[in-house]
C-alpha cells in the first residue's frame, strides 16, 4: 500500500495539480498560512486561509485520510525576514526571560544577543510563536465533518511523542477522532 500526503490545494484542485500514483492520501490540514509574513496570526492552522480551498470541495480520487496538527514552533525574523524555524519551541522559553520583550500575544523582540536552541539571536529579532490549542483542533474537525470522507477515516496526529501527548492529553486525542462519527482508525 502506497500513501502520500495531499495539501489542501492539491485536494481542492485536482485537475490543475494531478493526482500522484498511490493507492490512497492523507490531507494535511496545517501548514496553511503565509509563515513568511510577521502579521500572519498562525502558520500552521488557519482556518479562515483554508476555507477557500473547502468552500465546494469536490470528492477526491483517492480514498484520504487526515493529518491534524500536534506541533509548535518559534518562526524567527530578522531585518523584517523570515530566517529560519525553531522546533518544538514553548513560550515559557521566552516569557519573562529579560532577553526577550514581549510585542503581543505569542510575538518577542530578541533585547540581547543569545543562544536559542543552538541559534544565536541577534538583538532585534523577532521571534512569532505558533502552535495548536484542543480548541482550534475542536474548530477544524467541526469544519472537516462535512467533508466526502471514506467510511473508515485514519487521523494521523503530526507529530506524535509524549511532550504532545503530555500537553494535549489522551482525552483531547480519543475526542478529536470521535468527531467524525465514523470508524476512526
Known amino acids: 500500500l502506497l500513501s ?16 500522484p500514483p498511490v493507492d490512497r492520501g ?6 496553511m498560512g503565509q509563515l ?9 492552522l488557519n482556518l479562515e486561509a483554508a476555507e477557500p480551498y473547502l468552500e465546494g470541495y469536490p470528492t477526491y480520487p ?15 525574523f530578522r531585518d523584517g ?11 515559557e522559553r ?3 526571560h529579560p532577553k526577550y520583550k514581549p510585542l503581543a500575544p505569542n510575538r518577542y523582540e530578541v533585547v540581547e544577543g543569545t543562544f536559542l ?33 471514506p467510511d473508515t477515516l485514519e487521523v494521523v496526529f503530526y507529530h506524535l511523542d509524549s511532550g504532545v501527548v503530555e500537553r494535549y492529553g489522551a482525552e483531547v486525542l480519543g ?8 470508524g476512526v482508525k
Do not use: C
Open 117 to 149: 536552541e543552538g541559534h544565536f539571536l541577534y538583538p532585534g529579532d523577532r521571534i512569532r510563536l505558533e502552535g495548536v490549542t484542543p480548541e482550534q483542533l475542536f474548530a477544524a474537525t467541526e469544519r472537516l465533518r462535512g467533508l466526502p470522507w
Open 94 to 96: 521566552l516569557a519573562d
Open 81 to 91: 525576514e523570515m530566517i529560519k524555524l525553531i522546533n518544538n519551541l514553548p513560550e
Open 36 to 44: 513568511q509574513q510577521w502579521e500572519e496570526p498562525n502558520s500552521i
Open 4 to 19: 502520500a500526503t495531499i495539501r489542501l490545494h492539491q485536494a481542492r484542485y485536482p485537475e490543475r495539480t494531478g493526482v
Open 175 to 182: 475526542e478529536l477522532g470521535k468527531r467524525f462519527g465514523k
Open 62 to 76: 483517492l480514498p484520504l485520510g487526515l493529518a491534524l496538527p500536534l506541533f509548535r514552533w518559534g518562526v524567527l
Open 26 to 31: 492523507i490531507l494535511m490540514f496545517y501548514n
